[in-house]
């Protein structure tokens, strides 16, 4: 399977926190994408992070990608209770253009 | 702008009974996709379509599992029959090509 494996699979932190999940993929990719989920909900595109790129930002996000160990960090900072979700790294690979979403990490942001 | 649309929102049938979802894309998207996602695990592409062709079809379950996308916008995908293993959150999305992916509300099925 090409599927992306997200550690850790739960996290709880407390308010103000900092929060960082990780994603390994398998082979060479196009791009790597961040999607958050609210329990019942569709998933919301967070940030894409294409494979000639190191870091991206945006607002609290931070995302970071090493193409030499096939992986990836999404860093919240300064944690809210309504960040509270379950965060998916979904990678495009070259061999196709499949996106392919791993298994998730549940985040528990502690008010 | 307006988002994906997908009905209907919950489902609720029996085994070996057929069912459908309907879903409209963000206009002017040409890629369309449905996901499978059983609850606790991440989703799973089923089918992906670019404009009204099929670029990506090698996880539907192609012997209960169809879909069509009507002149490259709306979408159905249609289970016949279904099986209690079924039972999950439908997700459609759609994007531009090579881009972030917009998914709709997904219906929620349970097969009992």
């Known amino acids: 399977s090409q599927q992306g494996e997200e550690d850790p699979q739960a996290l709880s932190i407390q308010e103000g926190e900092n929060a960082t999940m990780n994603c390994s993929y398998k082979t060479s990719i196009n791009n790597l994408q961040w999607y958050r989920q609210n329990s019942g909900r569709g998933l919301v595109h967070l940030i894409l992070i294409r494979s000639n790129e190191r870091e991206k930002h945006s607002g609290r996000l931070r995302v970071t990608l090493d193409t030499s160990k096939k992986s990836s960090s999404l860093l919240i900072t300064a944690s809210r209770a309504a960040d509270t979700a379950s965060y998916f790294c979904a990678t495009e690979y070259t061999s196709g253009s499949r996106l392919t979403f791993g298994e998730g990490t549940q985040l528990t942001v502690n008010p | 702008e307006a988002g994906v649309a997908q009905s209907p929102r919950y489902k609720i049938i029996e085994k070996r009974q057929s069912v459908a979802f309907w879903c409209n894309p963000i206009s002017g998207h040409a890629t369309l996709y449905w996901y499978q996602q059983i609850l606790g695990q991440g989703p799973k592409l089923l089918i992906q379509?670019?404009?009204?062709?099929?670029?990506?079809d090698s996880q539907l379950p192609k012997d209960r599992f169809s879909a069509e996308r009507l002149k490259g916008v709306d979408s159905t995908l249609k289970i016949q029959p279904a099986k209690l293993e079924d039972s999950a959150v439908y997700l459609c999305?759609?994007?531009?090509?090579?881009?972030?992916?917009?998914f709709g509300s997904g219906t929620q099925l349970s097969v009992l």
């Open positions: 999305a759609s994007s531009l090509v090579g881009e972030k992916l917009f």
């Open positions: 379509f670019q404009n009204n062709g099929v670029v990506d």
